[in-house]
């Protein structure tokens, strides 16, 4: 299982950024996705998670209203489009995979991609 997620970089607060996560693993349809964010210093935290066939979402109270998750299965793919950003969303993102995650924690997920950096100025 290979996850690749793209899309970061450095805005200004107020602006957007989609990422996507690209997976590469069978049967993609039938894994819940999440993204996680980790600062420097701050241990990973759960940001947003979809279940396998993006009917139901999950976010963390910092991101509500402004973060949306949503995923293509016929291209492997995950999303989550973030607007009007604030510069303590400045951190790295990683997309996570699970077939059935035990929690909205890191350990409740299996795989994970190398990390996207959102750099949010003020």
């Known amino acids: 299982v290979q996850l690749q997620a793209s899309g970061g970089g450095l805005v200004q607060a107020g602006d957007s950024l989609r990422l996507s996560c690209v997976a590469s693993?069978?049967?993609?349809?039938?894994?819940?996705m999440a993204w996680f964010r980790q600062a420097p210093g701050n241990e990973r935290e759960f940001v947003a998670r979809?279940?396998?066939?993006?009917?139901?979402?999950y976010y963390t109270d910092s991101v509500q209203g402004r973060f949306t998750i949503s995923r293509d299965n016929a291209k492997n793919t995950v999303y989550l489009q973030m607007n009007s950003l604030k510069p303590e969303d400045t951190a790295v993102y990683y997309c996570?995979?699970?077939?059935?995650?035990?929690?909205?924690?890191?350990?409740?997920?299996?795989?994970w991609g190398q990390g996207t950096q959102v750099t949010v100025s003020s």
């Open positions: 996570a995979a699970n077939l059935r995650p035990i929690a909205n924690t890191p350990r409740g997920y299996n795989y």
């Open positions: 693993m069978r049967a993609f349809s039938r894994y819940w």
């Open positions: 979809i279940d396998w066939s993006g009917g139901s979402t």
